[in-house]
């Protein structure tokens, strides 16, 4: 491969192809310049495929609203059509025959109460091992990598939990999903500067109180972002329930969903709206912590 | 060494902090990881209080033996073609994607939002989402292979389900591939572009030259990701049809072998050994592989 690096004052003339590449607003301020026909072929085939990209992402849940505002008759008559009852007698009928008012506590109890002391337990396990404060700091380091290829480990928590006498229990449940791989934080920490620690030591400043007032809101940002993954982990997850809630009352929205669909069989209509009740919250968080999952979902594979 | 004292409580502070953490990840992390291993060898099922005993690697011998091998092996070809379409359909569409993305036309932002979407909205409603567009009797996919000629009962039907299991496996993951694509693109130093675009270089020329080599690192995350992930997975999979019409791959069959009928767990965690085994092997060979092809700047 054969490059050779420009100073970068040397400014590139403005070619059509930059036109282009760097983006709308340049486009905008050059648009008395004519487009060859070529680029403007280009460009239509670009639109074309975001267009498609669109559409192949955007299909289902539209589908999905439109069947669940039909009638059940409506639906039989015409299953693709567009709606032309807006009835939300779908919803309703699916809120109360699947009691996702006391799923969508289960979820929230769950996430939150397996998130919160996970956050607390990877904030002391990481920061000390990202200052190697304790001995073996890189053994430990390591060995949380090993642990992320060994085995699964379902079988074994399994008959763990059901041992300790925690199956069909609530309290177990949230227990399997305190823990988090401390790597994103560990990598974060790195940037904390360690002349804090040393100045706060000569204050006088205890340890714990440390990485509790200190350490913890400078670390924000990567906290915020693991929490928000371990929360929509927990509240995504089926196989964690089907296995161990045995009890209709502690299903999580996942679990009361997806028996839902085992009792309404080919109620289409039912089952859509059904399906959107549980979709909604998660969609609504999405729209409103878009940054943290797209920036989280960047930094977790590069680090 | 800790600043924050050398004697007593000061020094002992940051192992006591780590006490708890540590022993969640040994009781539920490593321990029960570990402890798949010796349950491989025993005949230990899910059904309370019935005895259990170590049978050595009769497990094992079950899966490889005569009479099972058709079965095991068309599980083990199932998963091998799941994973290895999954991961080279998500990682095509996923460059394709950032690359049209890092155009930045207009709509772009949304568009990478929607993409990533199915992965905040969880295995679950992707799964019924995707049944109900897959309903066979007047759904719109249904309806549309049924205007092209082609009748068939879609997650019903023993030739169709598995394509469409795969395909919707790689709706749902194309956004973590193509954030990362989009990490790797952002990080080519524009000057390299402009300079071979004074030079005359054509479009694919910069692509073929500049953009994709410097992309490499990417491609090896990528597809270590997925197709570590891709014969992990099962969950999609479980939703959908739950192995049923030709669609079981190894780790659902670790699962239900685990969890549903006779509950025979001794012999679902020596499938999770093979499994391991397995994922092993291939990463470690395409990792080498990967890695002799990138180019470092």
Redesign the interface.
């Known amino acids: 491969m054969k490059l050779e690096l420009l100073p970068s004052k040397l400014k590139t003339p403005d070619t059509g192809d930059q036109l282009v590449s760097q983006g709308q607003k340049r486009w905008r301020s050059l648009r008395p310049r004519r487009l060859s026909s070529q680029k403007m072929l280009i460009l239509t085939l670009q639109y074309g495929a975001m267009l498609l990209l669109t559409f192949i992402y955007l299909f289902p849940l539209i589908y999905l609203i439109n069947v669940s505002l039909k009638t059940p008759a409506d639906f039989y008559n015409d299953p693709i059509g567009m709606t032309r009852t807006f009835s939300i007698g779908n919803y309703i009928d699916a809120w109360n025959q699947g009691s996702f008012g006391d799923y969508i506590f289960n979820s929230f109890l769950y996430s939150v109460g397996a998130t919160v002391p996970s956050l607390v337990l990877t904030l002391l396990m990481a920061f000390p091992i990202a200052r190697g404060y304790i001995k073996g700091s890189r053994f430990w380091y390591a060995l949380f990598v090993v642990a992320l290829f060994l085995p699964g480990s379902l079988i074994p928590q399994f008959q763990l939990i059901f041992h300790l006498g925690l199956y069909n229990t609530q309290i177990g449940y949230m227990l399997l999903h305190v823990g988090a791989g401390p790597f994103l934080v560990i990598a974060y920490m790195k940037h904390i500067p360690r002349e804090l620690d040393e100045a706060a030591a000569i204050d006088g400043c205890g340890y714990f109180r440390y990485v509790f007032t200190i350490v913890a809101p400078l670390a924000k940002p990567i906290l915020v972002t693991v929490a928000i993954f371990q929360l929509i982990g927990i509240w995504n997850d089926l196989i964690g329930p089907t296995i161990y809630l045995s009890d209709q009352s502690y299903y999580p929205m996942t679990l009361g969903l997806f028996t839902f669909f085992g009792n309404f069989g080919n109620q289409w209509t039912i089952l859509a709206a059904a399906t959107l009740i549980v979709a909604a919250p998660l969609v609504v968080i999405y729209l409103v912590l878009q940054r943290y999952f797209i920036e989280g979902a960047m930094a977790g594979a590069i680090k | 060494?800790?600043?924050?004292?050398r004697r007593g409580f000061?020094v002992a502070?940051?192992?006591l902090?780590?006490l708890?953490?540590?022993f969640?990840?040994a009781?539920?992390?490593?321990?029960?990881?570990?402890?798949?291993?010796v349950?491989s060898f025993t005949d230990?099922t899910?059904v309370?209080n019935t005895p259990w005993h170590f049978v050595s690697l009769d497990n094992y011998y079950r899966f490889f033996a005569l009479s099972n091998w058709r079965d095991s092996a068309e599980t083990l070809q199932r998963t091998f073609l799941f994973s290895g379409v999954s991961t080279i359909a998500q990682n095509s569409i996923a460059l394709?994607?950032a690359l049209?993305l890092n155009?930045?036309?207009?709509?772009?932002l949304a568009?990478?939002?929607?993409?990533?979407?199915?992965?905040?909205?969880?295995?679950?409603?992707i799964g019924?989402?995707?049944?109900?567009?897959l309903?066979p009797?007047?759904?719109?996919v249904s309806?549309l292979l049924a205007a092209l000629g082609h009748d068939s009962t879609l997650l019903g039907s023993y030739k169709d389900a598995f394509p469409l299991v795969i395909m919707v496996n790689i709706?749902a993951y194309i956004?973590?591939a193509m954030?990362?694509y989009?990490?790797g693109l952002q990080g080519i130093p524009s000057?390299?572009l402009?300079?071979?675009?004074?030079?005359g270089a054509s479009?694919w020329g910069k692509f073929r030259?500049?953009t994709w080599?410097l992309l490499t690192p990417m491609v090896t995350?990528?597809v270590m990701?997925s197709v570590i992930g891709s014969l992990?997975d099962y969950?999609i999979i479980?939703?959908l049809t739950n192995g049923a019409n030709n669609t079981s791959v190894l780790a659902l069959q670790?699962?239900n072998s685990?969890?549903s009928g006779s509950q025979q767990?001794g012999y679902?965690?020596a499938l999770?050994?093979l499994?391991?085994l397995m994922?092993?092997i291939i990463?470690l060979l395409l990792l080498a592989f990967l890695r002799s092809r990138e180019?470092k700047l």
């Open positions: 060494m800790n600043v924050f004292g000061s502070a940051p192992y902090g780590m708890p953490g540590l969640f990840f009781l539920f992390g490593i321990g029960p990881s570990l402890a798949t291993i349950l230990i899910g309370p394709g994607a049209l155009k930045r036309l207009k709509g772009h568009l990478r939002g929607l993409i990533f979407m199915p992965v905040v909205l969880g295995v679950t409603v019924l989402m995707w049944s109900i567009v309903n009797i007047g759904g719109p309806t709706w956004g973590t954030l990362i989009l990490a000057e390299l402009e300079a071979a675009s004074i030079d479009g030259h500049i080599p995350i990528n990701l992990k969950q479980y939703v670790v699962f685990a969890f767990q679902a965690s999770s050994v499994q391991f994922v092993l990463a180019v």
